[in-house]
Antibody, heavy 123, light 112 residues
Framework: EVQLVQSAAVLKKPGESLKISCTVSGYRFANYWVGWVRQTPAKGLEWLAIIYPGDSDIKYHPSFQGRVTISADKSISTAYLEWSSLEASDTAMYYC????????????????WGPGTLVTVSS | DIVLTQSPDSLGVSLGERATIKCKSSQSLLYNANTKNYLAWYQQKPGQPPKLLFYWASTRESGVPDRFSASGSGTDFTLTITNLQAEDVAVYYCKQYYDVPITFGPGTTVDI
């Protein structure tokens, strides 16, 4: 079965570090872009970053570059999103999603999504 | 950043009727080199992640019922749901992937 499995919800304090994960199965991890999208009631859906595990090509939203780090480990088909110092404003539901492709041709849409990881940052 | 606006914010539709959602982009999403519009539509139900409905503005994702249709080019796009069913109650988002950062519209809530 093709799926994306995300790490469990987490409660952190401001200033703490965090790394959340997205483990994929059922397809060749290296051949598809994987992105991170967060959702809050106030700001809706926001795209943060995307990585191509095959060659580690990375693109960041300028507003989040420097605040989060995206990475991938091909050996365990897992993508990560990491913070070195969390802020209350990072409280959100974080989704990983696969960018669709057919025969290696990009389709542009995120065709597979993980169930989400709820990150709560509170003192 | 490319800004997407959606209208209306919400709409109530009777079962079996039509729902029409508009998405307007602050700049053209048409890439002339391949004549593709870099716009996608998603459906999100409560407690679930978004689900891809259309990409390249009007290409239906596999498994999406044909009562859903999408059209548009350049800066103006439309998602239409005909013969609305109870399971179509959701929030609908447009998303552009013409340029980084990828951006989403604010969403349109469709209810009965």
């Amino acid at each position: 079965e093709v799926q994306l499995v995300q790490s469990a919800a987490v409660l952190k304090k401001p200033g703490e570090s965090l790394k959340i994960s997205c483990t994929v199965s059922g397809y060749r991890f290296a051949n598809y872009w994987v992105g991170w999208v967060r959702q809050t009631p106030a700001k809706g859906l926001e795209w943060l970053a995307i990585i191509y595990p095959g060659d580690s090509d990375i693109k960041y939203h300028p507003s989040f570059q420097g605040r989060v780090t995206i990475s991938a480990d091909k050996s365990i088909s897992t993508a990560y999103l990491e913070w070195s110092s969390l802020e209350a404003s990072d409280t959100a539901m974080y989704y990983c999603a696969r960018r669709g492709a057919t025969n290696g041709v990009d389709r542009g849409g995120f065709d597979l999504w993980g169930p989400g990881t709820l990150v709560t940052v509170s003192s | 950043d490319i800004v997407l606006t959606q209208s209306p914010d919400s709409l109530g539709v009777s079962l079996g009727e039509r729902a029409t959602i508009k998405c307007k982009s602050s700049q053209s999403l048409l890439y002339n080199a391949n004549t593709k519009n870099y716009l996608a539509w998603y459906q999100q139900k409560p407690g679930q992640p978004p689900k891809l409905l259309f990409y390249w503005a009007s290409t239906r994702e596999s498994g999406v019922p044909d009562r859903f249709s999408a059209s548009g080019s350049g800066t103006d796009f439309t998602l239409t749901i005909t013969n609305l069913q109870a399971e179509d109650v959701a929030v609908y988002y447009c998303k552009q992937y013409y340029d980084v950062p990828i951006t989403f519209g604010p969403g349109t809530t469709v209810d009965i």
